[in-house]
């Protein structure tokens, strides 16, 4: 599962509609409360266990994508 | 690169395997690619295997996660919809749930709800059928499609999602549910969950959550925003953690004890200011800690261990709530150890980040925790379970492995429909009534529950038996004519699922819930029911199978009366009619929330309220109370009399159905008739609202001299003057009315 998809499950989005430029900024529903479901959902997705500092610093998909890569993670592209 | 797909055109039909390849090489014409694999896989399908079939239909959906044009899509849609009883389910909904679908042509949700049909718990094709009913202005179907999304995939995400998108949705009718959530934590992530629990009910929630650690400030306030809500239910969360911050350490003993005395006063203090000016139920979580016992093993030798200090605490605290009104302890330790489904109950750094007490996957298992408490506020508990017998109450099938081959015993297999046997017992010990529905030789059937030596359950134990060939839903209408109850208040158990379809589909008010495969697992799918929950247990819940059989007793002397004046007149009936008063109020209440037939106005009065008019000089409850030579059958019917000047006006006139026929109606009537007379009042007035379910009421004040004149908002208002005489008391009813009554 790319992370793409994983934002738009959080947020209820389409797959083709979530970019790396998407972020806490441009979609509404990702809020304090959403960007914790995130969090949550991307661990389960990819079996990872994501720092504090991690969650903070994942406020877009290409810092999602970075803090991925930086904790081992790989998915199909 | 219309080339390299007419270079492929001329080669002949590909072996599958190379599909996934040859696919990747046309990334960049991905849509012709697709064109053309499609018409190779039409003409090949029939030799492909699933496997084959799955690969093919899983390079697609890496295609469609690239790029898949309109002309590519509509391509894969006509295939599955050519194909879609052969295809595999599951590719199928993968791939469907991730193409760019327009869910606003009809076609394209066909499409869907066929393949659906077929992997009816896939999340992602949910979602794509979510949005096709709210494109499409299907209310009702997207409020049942979010709750199905939301069961087949109930991680924060998704259920987070549902909530949001419903909110979007026209309300879906049904009751309404206003519902506080009060805690030291944040319990917002619950809401959803919660939300969630009342719309598979049928209820239409409105939650209210305290701002964050403000429970006590919001309780105790005198105008806060908690009153101004007003609930019908509160849950107080408060976590130990929080009152008791030094739990992280290891605290000395003496600090320990006098922490914990004062969180259990502080809770116990707010929740009897809570009920002091709300009438609502209130739930109290026990307490529980994220952290385990510093002393480590040793704590089970230590008189200051934490497990015992804890244990101590909650036996404090629900020995202090007891004492107060409509107050529950919810045991929330409990909740964890039971819990299905895994994870851990506790995230650290969900707790510290986000002041999470209760773990995102704790989260599903509360919301059902609440809402048995829910349920049953919302008088939406059934009376009856009825039960299959083969493969239900017993295993095996008793008509073909006989009395002998048949599971049923204190050993396994056999001791796990004991245990659900034992459990449908405890159910019938607080009222809630058994019945049988089976397909099956009478004899064969009724030679296991008499004298089969591991049945728990015995012949007495059901208010009504049905063993026969006949259809079932036939059989549950006539439990329900027998036992004088609705439909709507009958669950229905079985293990075979073709039973349960056509019970849904024949009776869909009758609750028929999904039964595991595995018997042992039947227990706890009855024990997580909300619709068998109950708040209060009355004399007469304790008592109903006694008087169910009673009632069998007295049609059988009907049959063998020769008019019915004579069989009322030796059934020996008794009376008594009084005023409601502390000790009668819970059941007072309790008719009036559950009774649907023979209900005049079917007003839903609220506890407080009643007991506020109990006392009230202006108004008068009656209760009344009868019994006959049979047994005693309770306080059964209530009327509630406002005694305006001039004319005395019934506002609720509330009976159970059991003792329908027998008078009891008109010896209330009658009293009511003569207080007035006393009193001076001209004429007594009867109000009447029709109800989809209260037919048996509908001639209550025509039979007895009353005339409509009138009446307005879908009440109708039935006068008798009092100058033509009182109600006639039946002849064949001792009535005994108490002073003051």
């Known amino acids: 599962m790319a992370p793409e998809a994983v934002v738009g499950k959080v947020f209820g989005l389409r797959q083709g509609d979530v970019h790396d430029g998407t972020s806490n900024r441009t979609v509404a529903a990702w809020d304090s409360l959403g960007h914790v479901t995130l969090v949550l959902e991307l661990e389960a997705a990819y079996g990872v266990a994501l720092s504090t500092s991690d969650a903070l610093e994942m406020t877009d998909v290409a810092a999602i994508k970075r803090v991925l890569q930086k904790r081992g993670v790989e998915w199909a592209r | ?741």
């Open chain 2, 1 to 741: 690169m219309p080339s390299a797909s007419s270079a492929l055109r001329t080669r002949k039909p590909t072996a599958p395997a190379r599909f996934s390849t040859l696919l990747r090489q046309l990334k960049d014409a991905v849509p012709e690619a697709v064109a053309w694999l499609l018409d190779e896989e039409a003409a090949a399908r029939a030799q492909w295997s699933a496997s084959e079939l799955t690969g093919l239909l899983q390079d697609l959906f890496t295609a469609a996660e690239g790029c898949l044009s309109d002309a590519g899509t509509s391509r894969v849609l006509d295939l599955v919809r050519r194909y879609s009883d052969v295809l595999p389910g599951r590719a199928t909904a993968d791939l469907l749930a991730t193409l760019p679908l327009d869910v606003t042509d009809a076609g394209v949700r066909d499409v869907v709800r066929r393949v659906l049909e077929r992997q009816p718990h896939h999340a992602g094709l949910l979602r794509v059928a979510c949005e096709g009913a709210i494109r499409s202005g299907d209310g009702a179907a997207a409020h049942d499609l979010l709750t199905r999304l939301a069961r087949a995939d109930d991680d924060l995400a998704t259920v987070r999602h549902v909530h949001r998108v419903r909110a979007t949705v026209p309300a879906a009718g049904g009751p309404t549910a206003r519902i506080a959530l009060l805690s030291s934590f944040t319990v917002d992530f619950l809401v959803p969950y919660v939300d969630l629990e009342c719309r598979a009910l049928g209820l239409t929630p409105q939650i209210y959550v305290t701002p964050f650690n403000s429970w006590t400030q919001e309780v105790l306030a005198e105008a806060s925003e908690l009153r101004r809500f007003d609930p019908e239910i509160a849950f107080l969360a408060v976590s130990i953690d929080d009152l008791v911050p030094a739990l992280a350490g290891a605290p000395p003993a003496a600090d320990l004890e006098q922490a914990g005395d004062a969180a259990v006063e502080r809770v116990l203090s707010v929740a009897r200011a809570f009920t002091t000016w709300s009438g609502a139920v209130l739930v109290v979580h026990g307490f529980h800690s994220a952290y385990a016992d510093p002393l480590g093993v040793l704590g089970g030798r230590s008189p200051s261990g934490r497990g015992r200090w804890l244990a101590e605490l909650n036996a404090r605290l629900s020995d202090g709530l007891r004492d107060l009104p409509r107050t529950f302890l919810l045991d929330v330790q409990d909740v964890l150890v039971r819990r299905a489904g895994g994870g851990p109950h506790d995230n650290p750094k969900m707790r510290h980040y986000a002041s999470l007490r209760l773990g995102d996957r704790v989260l599903g298992e509360m919301a059902r925790c609440y809402a048995r408490y829910i349920a049953p506020l919302k008088g939406l508990t059934r009376k009856c379970v009825v039960v299959d017998l083969d493969n239900t109450l017993w295993g095996g099938v008793v008509g073909e492995d006989g009395p002998q081959g048949i599971q049923l015993g204190d050993t396994a297999p056999g001791v796990e429909y004991q245990d659900f046997q034992r459990y449908l017992a405890a159910l019938s010990a607080r009222g809630i009534l058994l019945a049988v529905n089976s397909k099956n030789n009478p004899d064969d059937a009724l030679e296991i529950i008499r004298s089969h030596e591991g049945m728990v359950l015995r012949e007495d134990a059901f208010s009504a038996v049905r063993v026969n060939w006949r259809p079932k839903p036939e059989n549950m209408v006539s439990i329900a004519e027998e036992l004088n109850i609705g439909l709507d208040a009958l669950v229905f158990l079985d293990d075979s699922p073709e039973e349960r379809a056509l019970m849904r589909e024949s009776l869909p008010q009758v609750l028929t819930p999904e039964l595991p495969t595995d018997p042992a697992l039947y227990r706890q799918t009855v024990e997580a029911l909300p619709q068998l929950q109950t708040l209060v247990v009355t004399e007469t819940d304790r008592t109903r199978v006694e008087q169910y059989r009673a009632r069998r007793q007295r049609e059988q002397a009907r049959d063998g009366a020769a008019s019915l004046e004579e069989f009322l007149h030796s059934l020996e009936i008794t009376v008594e009619i009084a005023r409601a008063d502390d000790s009668t109020l819970p059941r007072v209440h309790q008719l009036f929330q559950r009774t649907n037939q023979f209900n005049l106005t079917t007003r839903r009065h609220e506890l407080d309220q009643l007991a506020a008019w109990a006392r009230d000089p202006g108004w008068r409850l009656y209760t009344v109370r009868s019994r006959d030579r049979f047994g005693d059958h309770g306080l059964v019917a209530v009327g509630l009399v406002r005694l305006d000047r001039g004319a005395w006006v019934i506002d609720s006139f509330v009976m159970s159905c059991r003792v329908i026929s027998y008078g009891v109606e008109t010896a209330l009537l009658a009293t009511v008739c003569e207080a007035a007379a006393a009193a001076g009042a001209g004429a007594v007035i009867g109000e009447f609202v029709e109800t989809r379910k209260n037919l048996p009421a509908r001639d209550f004040y025509a039979r007895h001299g009353f005339t409509a004149d009138g009446g307005a908002d879908g009440v109708t208002r039935w006068t008798r003057s009092l100058a033509d005489g009182a109600v006639r008391r039946p002849p064949w009813v001792a009535l005994v009315v108490a002073d003051g009554a």
